[in-house]
């Protein structure tokens, strides 16, 4: 039987509804806020200048390092200047996190505080590395769906002050806040007889994912994690190009996401795709590079921004024909890789800012990328 929901609960869903169903137009407007963190490309992605290399840097040439967790003295999603955005209950007590509230009143079919390589230091020029620890996922909820929803807030006249948002302050700092990681990917399709490059795209179900739904975004995307909660999963799978070929197989080829995980870690030289991408990747069918690290400036989500060419033939090969829906939402399957379709979803159609951003980069070093 379904609960009466109190003022409150009504309220906080009135405002994340309007948060859910005005995203982009919210993101643009959040990047104003932001004058030291020039938006990236034109698009409303926020970025640093050690986070933005002068040119494509291969996946593997970016030291990874992982290492306990850090003293940390930023905001986290228990601090006080979060509570009055939460909602109250019937009883008179209020949700302790944003995520809290959000499995009670709105949760999308795949919510889950799975642990995840939470960002510490990113360079990514002169000496490419980055340096991660232990997080989990609900880390990134809790701040930065909090502040979305804050500034949806002010900007609809329920609050007069977005003290969270002030509290956070630089966006681009890791010390401020907890930083989960997306990797973002945009994946071509490179026909070198005819120069002509394709892409696919996704646009995200609302009531499937937990966070950017209804908009486009490039394919795959998805948190740099563990497959598995199992502590041998952590050492294997802390690699980017793992990363995406995982999300490869899931969202173009529609494989399963289940890799029994449990009983042992992922063997990426036995899985034939892995093993026969990363061999593609040898021979030079299959180039991976990392263009940079953004940060959505509503919600402060943070992506590392990649590109994944793929000749025709081993594309075909390795993906078929692309579904045209998957378990997050439906796949425009093959968009050309040109400078008006750049445009138009960079600039005039709902696509995550990550997305947008990641494509003016690639269309900045398509000298390089189609190479």
Same mark, same amino acid.
């Given at each position: 039987?379904?609960?009466?929901?109190?003022?409150?609960?009504?309220?906080?869903?009135?405002?994340?509804?309007?948060?859910?169903?005005?995203?982009?137009?919210?993101?643009?407007? %959040?990047?104003?806020?932001?004058?030291?963190?020039?938006?990236?490309?034109?698009?409303?992605?926020?970025?640093?200048?050690?986070?933005?290399?002068?040119?494509?840097?291969?996946?593997?040439?970016?030291?990874?390092?992982?290492?306990?967790?850090?003293?940390?003295?930023?905001?986290?999603?228990?601090?006080?200047?979060?509570?009055?955005?939460?909602?109250?209950?019937?009883?008179?007590?209020?949700?302790?996190?944003?995520?809290?509230?959000?499995?009670?009143?709105?949760?999308?079919?795949?919510?889950?505080?799975?642990?995840?390589?939470?960002?510490?230091?990113?360079?990514?020029?002169?000496?490419?590395?980055?340096?991660?620890?232990?997080?989990?996922?609900?880390?990134?909820?809790?701040?930065?769906?909090?502040?979305?929803?804050?500034?949806?807030?002010?900007?609809?006249?329920?609050?007069?002050?977005?003290?969270?948002?002030?509290?956070?302050?630089?966006?681009?700092?890791?010390?401020?806040?907890?930083?989960?990681?997306?990797?973002?990917?945009?994946?071509?399709?490179?026909?070198?007889?005819?120069?002509? %490059?394709?892409?696919?795209?996704?646009?995200?179900?609302?009531?499937?994912?937990?966070?950017?739904?209804?908009?486009?975004?490039?394919?795959?995307?998805?948190?740099?994690?563990?497959?598995?909660?199992?502590?041998?999963?952590?050492?294997?799978?802390?690699?980017?190009?793992?990363?995406?070929?995982?999300?490869?197989?899931?969202?173009?080829?529609?494989?399963?996401?289940?890799?029994?995980?449990?009983?042992?870690?992922?063997?990426?030289?036995?899985?034939?795709?892995?093993?026969?991408?990363?061999?593609?990747?040898?021979?030079?069918?299959?180039?991976?590079?990392?263009?940079?690290?953004?940060?959505?400036?509503?919600?402060?989500?943070?992506?590392?921004?990649?590109?994944?060419?793929?000749?025709?033939?081993?594309?075909?090969?390795?993906?078929?024909?692309?579904?045209?829906?998957?378990?997050?939402?439906?796949?425009?399957?093959?968009?050309?890789?040109?400078?008006?379709?750049?445009?138009?979803?960079?600039?005039?159609?709902?696509?995550?800012?990550?997305? %947008?951003?990641?494509?003016?980069?690639?269309?900045?070093?398509?000298?390089?990328?189609?190479?």
């Amino acid at each position: 039987m379904t609960r009466q929901l109190t003022n409150s609960e009504q309220q906080w869903l009135r405002v994340r509804n309007h948060l859910s169903e005005h995203r982009h137009e919210l993101a643009v407007c %959040a990047a104003r806020e932001y004058p030291d963190s020039a938006a990236l490309e034109r698009t409303p992605l926020l970025s640093a200048p050690l986070w933005l290399p002068d040119a494509p840097i291969g996946l593997d040439d970016i030291k990874l390092q992982y290492t306990p967790a850090e003293a940390f003295s930023g905001i986290t999603g228990t601090d006080p200047v979060i509570r009055r955005l939460l909602p109250v209950r019937a009883d008179g007590s209020r949700y302790r996190t944003y995520s809290e509230a959000v499995a009670a009143l709105a949760a999308p079919t795949i919510f889950e505080n799975r642990s995840t390589y939470r960002l510490l230091r990113a360079d990514l020029q002169s000496n490419p590395h980055m340096v991660f620890c232990d997080g989990k996922y609900f880390d990134g909820t809790d701040l930065g769906d909090a502040a979305a929803y804050e500034f949806t807030a002010a900007i609809l006249g329920e609050i007069s002050t977005q003290d969270l948002r002030t509290a956070i302050g630089d966006p681009c700092d890791p010390a401020r806040r907890l930083v989960n990681v997306a990797i973002s990917t945009l994946t071509l399709r490179y026909d070198r007889t005819t120069g002509a %490059a394709t892409f696919p795209l996704h646009r995200r179900d609302g009531a499937r994912v937990g966070h950017a739904g209804d908009m486009y975004q490039v394919l795959p995307v998805g948190v740099f994690q563990p497959a598995g909660e199992e502590p041998w999963n952590t050492g294997n799978d802390f690699s980017l190009w793992r990363g995406v070929v995982r999300e490869l197989a899931e969202e173009l080829r529609g494989d399963t996401e289940n890799y029994d995980t449990h009983h042992g870690p992922i063997d990426y030289r036995s899985w034939p795709f892995a093993s026969d991408l990363t061999r593609a990747l040898g021979s030079g069918e299959v180039r991976a590079f990392c263009l940079g690290v953004g940060v959505d400036p509503l919600t402060f989500a943070t992506d590392i921004l990649t590109a994944v060419i793929v000749d025709a033939s081993p594309y075909d090969e390795l993906f078929g024909q692309v579904a045209d829906t998957n378990s997050e939402g439906s796949i425009l399957p093959a968009v050309p890789f040109t400078a008006e379709i750049v445009e138009r979803y960079a600039r005039n159609e709902p696509t995550q800012a990550a997305g %947008a951003g990641l494509l003016r980069l690639a269309w900045r070093h398509r000298a390089v990328l189609l190479s």
